[in-house]
């Protein structure tokens, strides 16, 4: 989700110009967007023009002239303002609809008409509510930085490069094998990739390079040097971002993330604060075992209780085919942030979530001990 633009705050009138760009934040939206609101966007209807034409015919030697008339439809490009009275979600579509009465008049409708609108990615739209609960505010912009990734990581080993971009989820932008031409090829071919993929200016807030032995380093002084001769001043400016750190011949982004050094050096990133959550859940698990359980009866049960402290659950659940369960969950997520504790979402491509998922994809790390959970 892309807010474009925005004048809201807390408990006050105000709008925003949205614009959805995944199927899931038709479902965020859905989650937004409530009866008597107002929307105004762009939109066709179709038209219908008459033509007239006439045609000579011979008959009996007089010449008789016959008219007629045919419809031909046209879509027209209208603007649309509507006052919100019903809002529809089709789960296995993944369809928004909007249905509403007309708050301005123009040349194809008159004032107060029903419109029902189907609201399309990757186009603009502007929401106004009366009142912007505070809950609201947070949904939307958690929605907008839902993917955006902070920590961009480069491995260098074995003949072969990745790098990734992890944030919210995690993705593997590049992997680039060794060819037989030389190490300055490879750093050529990874160096293309990095700058495509990371930009400090816009959301990355640290990179890290790791390498066994001393490759992580001469890679970094190539990044430096191709910036500074190519101008590139986003990664000059940014050096101190970028960051290397000593990794073992077969250690993966998995392995890597887990390490104090990196945890360090990348503390303050989302990915950091999320693997670190994940980590105190499982040290708890074989510590105090008390204070930390995971499946959904007994994550519910907890949070009736408001005992939940921190809160983890995969996406996967947050985007359920049945509505009433997503509602659910999310209503969970809401009622943990809205008593002080803090709620991390996760991606399955999140080096963390594939392991929250063994665990039912759902977890918490409660305020005081719970002994007898399980049996309630």
């Known amino acids: 989700m892309k807010i474009v633009q925005q004048n809201i705050a807390p408990n006050q009138p105000g709008s925003v110009k949205i614009v959805l760009e995944e199927h899931d934040d038709l479902w965020l ?15 066709t209807r179709k038209v219908a023009h008459t033509r007239r034409s006439s045609d000579i ?10 008219s007629s008339s045919r419809k031909d439809l046209s879509r027209l490009r209208i603007k649309l303002e509507i006052k919100i009275t019903q809002v529809d979600y089709e789960r296995d579509s993944s369809v928004l609809r909007v249905r509403g009465r007309s708050l301005v008049a123009n040349e ?4 107060g008409s029903y419109h029902t609108l189907e609201i399309e990615r990757n186009k603009e739209f502007d929401l106004t509510k009366k009142v912007w609960d ?26 072969m490069a ?9 993705t593997l932008c590049a992997k680039i094998e060794a060819s037989k031409t030389g190490t300055n090829k ?19 807030r640290c990179a890290v390079i790791g390498s066994p032995g001393s ?28 960051v290397t750190v000593n990794i073992g011949n077969k250690e993966g982004l998995k392995e890597m993330l887990k390490g104090d050094e990196v945890m360090g050096l990348v503390k303050n990133t989302k990915a950091a604060m999320e693997i670190k959550a994940y980590k105190e859940f499982w040290d708890l698990l074989s510590t105090d075992s008390d204070r930390a359980c995971y499946g959904a009866k007994s994550v519910e049960i907890a949070g009736e209780m408001m005992a939940i402290q921190t809160l983890l659950i995969i996406d996967d659940l947050l985007k359920n085919k049945e509505i009433a369960l997503r509602q659910k969950y999310m209503e969970l997520v809401k009622s943990v942030k809205k008593a002080g ?10 080096v963390s979530g594939e392991q929250l998922a063994q665990f039912t994809g759902i977890a918490a790390i409660l305020r005081f001990p719970l002994p007898d959970l399980d049996d309630t």
């Open 134 to 159: 505070s809950d609201v505010i947070d949904t939307l912009h958690e929605s907008e930085n839902a993917s955006g990734a902070d920590l961009a990581v480069v491995i260098l080993q074995q003949g």
């Open 215 to 242: 490759i992580k380093d001469e890679f970094r002084a190539y990044v430096l040097e191709e910036a500074e001769r190519l101008k590139m001043n986003s990664i000059g400016d940014n050096k101190s971002r970028l």
């Open 57 to 66: 015919d011979q008959n009996d030697g007089f010449r008789l002239k016959k």
């Open 186 to 204: 490879l750093y050529e071919k990874v160096f293309q990739a990095f700058t495509k993929h990371v930009d400090f200016d816009n959301g990355v």
């Open 29 to 43: 939206a859905y989650n937004i967007i409530a009866k008597g609101d107002t929307i105004v966007t762009d939109t």
């Open 341 to 350: 504790g803090k709620a991390f979402v996760y991606s399955p491509m999140h």
């Open 108 to 111: 194809l409708m008159a004032p």
């Open 162 to 170: 990745q790098v990734f971009l992890v944030g919210h989820r995690t």
